[in-house]
């Protein structure tokens, strides 16, 4: 069974060894390295991890981008447990929170290798704002 809960200090190595996994291991990011070994918790209003098996296998972030606008980070998933819904729950959670806080959009970024996060994004009602080499920005209103 999964469990989606907001982020706690004690989680900082397993969500570094997740970011690592999935960017540097699986997608070949190896210029994001020593971004992806910094958690740097005050950078983002609220950061969700998704838990299985007491492993963190799925992370969730938004930070401020303006008065308006709040910018999804940190969408991983563990390969091994994506096409479950876990990203969706995370999404639904995370998406009542910036609500709250009265956004009027949401800005995601991705790239081009993360085909399944960019499916998820069209699935969830994003629209292509911008695409320039492999970059994809997705924005939503609510």
Same mark, same amino acid.
């Given at each position: 069974? =999964?469990?989606?809960?907001? =982020? ?10 997740? &970011? ?10 190896? @210029? &994001? #390295? ?9 950078? =983002? ?11 963190? *296998? %799925?992370?969730?972030? =938004?930070? #401020? ?7 999804? #980070? ?8 994506? %096409?479950?819904? *876990?990203? @969706? @729950? ?7 929170? *910036? ?6 959009? *949401?800005?995601?970024?991705? &790239? ?21 080499? @492999? ?8």
């Amino acid at each position: 069974m =999964y469990k989606i809960r907001e =982020y706690d200090v004690k989680d900082k190595e397993q969500i570094i060894e997740l &970011w690592l996994d999935v960017c540097v291991e699986e997608f070949h990011f190896q @210029k &994001w #390295k020593n971004d992806m070994v910094k958690l740097n918790e005050d950078e =983002y209003e609220k950061i969700l991890v998704a838990i299985f098996d007491e492993k963190i *296998i %799925g992370t969730m972030a =938004y930070k #401020k981008n303006s008065n308006d606008i709040a910018e999804l #980070k940190r969408v991983y998933i563990h390969k091994d447990h994506r %096409g479950k819904g *876990i990203a @969706k @729950k995370m999404y639904m959670l995370i998406s009542e929170i *910036i609500k709250e806080c009265k956004y009027k959009e *949401i800005l995601v970024e991705t &790239w081009e290798e993360f085909d399944s996060g960019i499916d998820f994004y069209y699935r969830n009602n994003f629209k292509l704002k911008l695409k320039d080499n @492999k970059r994809y920005v997705f924005a939503l209103n609510i």
